[in-house]
């Protein structure tokens, strides 16, 4: 009995103690994380959606009897212990340093007069001031005719920038490539003199190659008449190819370089006309432009300048983006320039050093990379876990892949940027620029004798598949030699030689292209860990089903296994493109850059432009936030640049989620 | 092992213990003329666990017979390797062979896509795909390339009928096959082995996850299609056994015990291992 009673005491008291602690813990650490959490989200979007609302400008007469415009941004205390308060006063053409701390020791006084103006300009960064008399005229304008002066003005930018960005540009680009093509003729002359065979076979090769690998894959589909089409299509793009680059014999080699030379002479003078023709134009257009100049006042009277180094001329009013009188808005006017401000950022292009106008590019920029990143990366993956899962036998081999795989998960990503730029960019795009390099070039003789020993073994395997034992160690050699064969090709000598001669990589260097390829080697163990998760849980009854029917491998691989996984391919997928989407290190190396002078896709052929570098939204953050050269005018862009990037990534997630849950719904069916 | 001593001695389990070699009792079968299906000294390993030794049947063509035995005997295995999904099971090996039509099933040359289309299964549990009612009971046909619309329509609707599930989903052919029943289910797994006009059909407990109402419903349809196909059903329960099948077939560790028209092995069996499991003695 009193055993009894002491074996019941202690299983009331003690284990109920025990019981709440580990549940405070637990809800203790959640609402740890919740906190942190929210406080994080709560505090970018704070900020980031503040950080254009257009805040009132105080003047301040200082005892010294000095005047000062500027935006309230913070108040501090300074070393004496006095308060003070940092002010963003603008005017940096002007000698100004844009912030500045003044202590409440220093004020005399304070107003928000109502005329105060606030210039957005294309450079030089704010402008604080008052409209001004035109020093010609005498006359000050109405804010009205002042705003009209800058429509006028925007509207004339707008005209010399597309000049500029269109049609100039278009002819500035025909002229790069005409020269680019007279020096490949020279060096086609020089070429054939020396070996008369150029790129042809080589491009025969691969195209073989590729049309193999295209034909063997579709014999798994049925469709032999698409089958056909294909082939041939893939038939005739290579002839195309092959013919567009002939071998010619001496002679005729020398008449065709003569002939060509001159047509790409006279094609060049033609379109330097156009150039001449259309620069007159601009130089009209920007004569005018200069006409049309605006007064506005600094707080002790200076004009607003054109520029620093020019401060005799008066700004433009094409110079000016956006003016404001902060002080005289109501709140519908104050949404209104919020909302300007935003379009602005999400349209436009980064102005000073990326602290002012907008982040269009980056997020192009982001969204490309992201995209490409998934293209390579879902199939790449899912394949593979297909392979360990499906067909591969279950064995030490492959728990070791498995670990390995886990592993590189675990790898510090900016040791993946290292290897995309040491292998990526330099190895395999060098080799796409200019061919192999000089010291493994093969002869040509023992190139022969190495392909023609490697297309029969292929042919040996293909006719004995079911015979030789290790099928599989003769096609990963055969793969090998192929691989050799073409990193050794004394035939190929790049398809962008001629630019890299003009000390102009195309591939060889970082670009949008590697960074998709090193993103996708980064997310790679994501998608397969998850996919293969999501394999393994389709029920073993499902593919017994499916084999009962008749079926072979592949197809209840294709009509019952993928599908069952594909809730779980999508969360691959899904957190793949969110890490490729926040990533920063590795792109610091293969392709992110600061400021990036043309968009990786264009309306026009090739649309997707994979050797350009690129901007991205993490590589931009940390830019702005530790590398621009006025941190405190980079702050506003750093929360939004992050708010957008937040929003990106959870937009993406979200979309993900959603797809996920009706592909689960479709599979798991109704009610029973 | 049990209190009253039996009155014969125990022939199948004697012999197993004392490693020596016995006989199945097998009589009243068919010619093998009628016989579609003849196992031929059938051993199998999952590994180094041997799970058949030496088994020997020939099932009758168009009747239905059925597996009986204590649990882990060996009937899905032996059931499973008709189809040859025991080939999926890593580390499986066999020895002797099977003859469905006289053709050897387990020679190198033979194709096993095309035995398994002509060898239909339904499982234990039912297992449809999911996909739509209708998508499932033509995916047979589906994996052999038919394309044509009224082909599919049609066999879909004749396996339906013949599974006596067409009247409860004629008008929701294509919702998912997963939102219907568990018997629903079955039957539907039914329609789909049958769909390929199978000329086989092998199913492994197919009631045991059912009510008595949906029992009786596939017991109907087996003794309804039995005449067309011949089906090898496995089952735990004696008075299914006896109501569906013409012959019954009793295995017990491993080994075929007994087998023969199921009337006499259920009245006078001659063994008393089946006697016993019969009776509810032991298994
Ligand atoms: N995949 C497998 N791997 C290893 N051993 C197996 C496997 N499947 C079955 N076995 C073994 O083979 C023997 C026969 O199994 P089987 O499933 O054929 O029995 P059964 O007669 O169908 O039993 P039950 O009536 O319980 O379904 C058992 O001892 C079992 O443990
Ligand atoms: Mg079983």
Redesign the interface.
């Known amino acids: 009995m009193s055993s009894d009673a002491a074996i019941s005491s202690r299983s009331t008291t003690g284990p109920r103690s025990l019981g709440v602690l580990p549940q405070w813990m637990m809800a203790f650490a959640l609402s740890v994380c919740a906190i942190m959490i929210v406080g994080l989200l709560g505090l970018i979007v704070a900020q980031g959606a503040a950080s254009f609302w257009p805040k009132p400008v105080d003047e301040i007469t200082l005892h010294d009897g000095g005047t000062v415009l500027g935006i309230p941004i913070r108040s501090g205390v300074n070393f004496d212990g006095d308060p003070q308060t940092l002010y963003r006063i603008g005017n940096r053409d002007l000698g100004q340093i844009p912030f500045r701390w003044i202590s409440e020791s220093e004020i005399e006084s304070r107003s928000r007069p109502s005329d105060v103006v606030l210039l957005e300009r294309r450079e030089w960064g704010i402008f604080i001031g008052r409209l001004a008399p035109d020093p010609e005229t005498g006359e000050t304008t109405t804010w009205e005719g002042f705003a009209g002066d800058l429509d006028d003005g925007a509207q004339r930018r707008r005209e010399i920038d597309g000049l500029r960005g269109g049609a100039l540009a278009r002819v500035n680009r025909e002229l790069t490539v005409n020269r680019q093509q007279i020096a490949e003729a020279d060096l086609r002359l020089a070429d054939g003199q020396r070996s008369g065979l150029g790129s042809a076979p080589w491009v025969i090769i691969l195209g073989a190659g590729l049309l193999a690998c295209g034909a063997s894959f579709l014999s798994f589909a049925r469709r032999a008449r698409l089958r056909g089409a294909l082939v041939a299509a893939g038939g005739l793009l290579v002839l195309w190819t092959a013919l567009e680059r002939p071998g010619l014999a001496e002679s005729e080699l020398v008449e065709w370089h003569q002939a060509r030379v001159e047509s790409l002479a006279d094609e060049q003078r033609e379109i330097e006309q156009r150039f001449v023709t259309l620069n007159e134009r601009l130089v009209t257009l920007e004569d005018a432009d200069r006409q049309h100049r605006v007064s506005v006042a600094a707080s002790d009277g200076t004009l607003a300048p054109e520029s620093q180094s020019a401060t005799d001329r008066r700004l433009m009013a094409s110079q000016v983006i956006r003016a404001i009188r902060p002080n005289a808005m109501s709140l519908w006017d104050r949404f209104g320039v919020f909302g300007s401000r935003w379009a602005e950022y999400l349209i436009d292009d980064p102005r000073e050093a990326n602290t002012e106008g907008g982040i269009f590019p980056v997020i192009v920029g982001t969204v490309t990379v992201t995209l490409l990143l998934t293209v390579v990366v879902v199939p790449l993956g899912v394949l593979a876990a297909l392979y360990i899962r499906e067909y591969a036998k279950q064995g030490v081999l492959i728990s070791v892949l498995r670990v390995a795989i886990n592993n590189l998960a675990g790898v510090p990503s900016i040791v993946y940027g290292i290897f995309g730029l040491g292998f990526f960019c330099y190895a395999v795009g060098g080799y796409i620029d200019g061919g192999p390099d000089a010291s493994v070039t093969m002869g040509k003789a023992a190139w022969w004798i190495v392909a023609i020993g490697c297309a029969s073994a292929f042919v040996s395997a293909l006719l004995f598949r079911s015979k030789v034992r290790a099928a599989g160690v003769l096609w990963a050699l055969g793969a090998t030699a192929v691989l050799v064969l073409f990193a050794t090709s004394p035939y190929f000598d790049g398809f962008f030689r001629v630019k890299l001669l003009d000390g102009e990589p195309t591939f060889g260097s970082s670009g949008l292209l590697w960074a998709s390829l090193t993103l996708a080697l980064l997310t790679l163990p994501v998608v397969i860990v998850s996919t293969e998760e999501a394999i393994a849980a389709v029920p073993q009854s499902l593919r017994e089903a499916s084999y009962g029917c008749g079926a072979s491998r592949w197809q209840t691989i294709s009509r019952v296994v993928l599908p069952g996984a594909m809730p779980g391919v999508m969360t691959g997928t899904i957190l793949a493109m969110a890490r490729g989407a926040g990533e920063v290190a590795p792109l610091m190396v293969v392709g992110a850059v600061k400021l990036a002078p043309e968009l990786p896709i264009e309306p026009r052929a090739p649309f997707v432009f994979a050797d350009r570098s690129f901007m991205h939204l993490g590589f931009h953050i940390f830019d702005l936030g530790f590398q621009s050269p006025d941190s405190e005018a980079a702050r506003g862009m750093v929360w939004t640049t992050t708010l957008l990037l937040i929003v990106l990534v959870v937009t993406m997630n979200l979309a993900a989620i959603y797809l996920r849950g009706r592909l689960r719904s479709r599979l798991v069916g109704g009610h029973f | 092992m049990t209190t009253n001593a039996p009155a014969t001695p125990h022939r199948v389990l004697d012999a197993v213990n004392e490693g020596k070699p016995f006989g199945a009792e097998t009589y009243g079968l068919p010619d093998v003329t009628d016989c579609i299906l003849d196992v031929d000294r059938f051993s199998l390993w999952y590994g180094a666990a041997q799970a058949l030794y030496e088994v020997s049947m020939r099932v009758p063509k168009g009747r239905v017979t059925a597996l009986v035995g204590p649990s882990g005997c060996g009937k899905s295995t032996l059931l499973r390797s008709v ?1 040859r ?1 025991n080939d ?1 099971v ?1 580390g499986v090996r066999t020895e002797g062979d099977m003859l469905l039509n006289a053709r050897s099933l387990y020679a190198p040359s033979v194709d096993v ?5 002509r060898v ?2 339904v ?1 234990q ?1 039912s ?4 996909m739509s009612i209708f998508e499932n009971v033509v ?2 046909l ?4 038919e394309r044509r619309r009224g082909v599919l329509k049609e066999v879909c609707e004749r396996s339906l009928r013949s599974a006596a599930l067409w009247d409860e989903v004629s008008d929701r052919l294509s ?5 219907l ?1 568990g018997g629903q289910q079955q039957r539907l ?1 039914i329609a ?2 049958i769909a ?1 006009e199978p000329e086989v059909l092998l199913m492994d407990e197919p009631c045991s996850a059912l009510d008595p109402i949906a029992t009786a419903r596939i017991e109907e349809l087996i003794s309804e299609i039995a005449g067309r196909y011949t089906v090898l059903i496995v089952t735990h329960n004696m008075q299914q056994a006896s109501r569906v099948s013409d012959f019954t077939a009793f295995m017990y560790l491993g080994r075929l015990v007994e087998y023969g028209p199921t009337a006499d092995l259920f009245q006078t069996p001659r063994l008393t291992e089946t006697e016993e499991y019969v009776t509810g003695r032991f298994g």
């Not at chain 2, 589906?142 to 390339?145: E, P």
């Not at chain 2, 919702?175 to 939102?179: H, M, Q, T, Y």
């Open positions: 189809n999904l999926l890593a896509i095309a035995l398994r289309k239909g299964m499982f549990k297992n449809p795909f999911p995916y047979p589906r994996i052999a390339g919702e998912s096959a997963l939102g029943s797994c789909r082995a390929a």
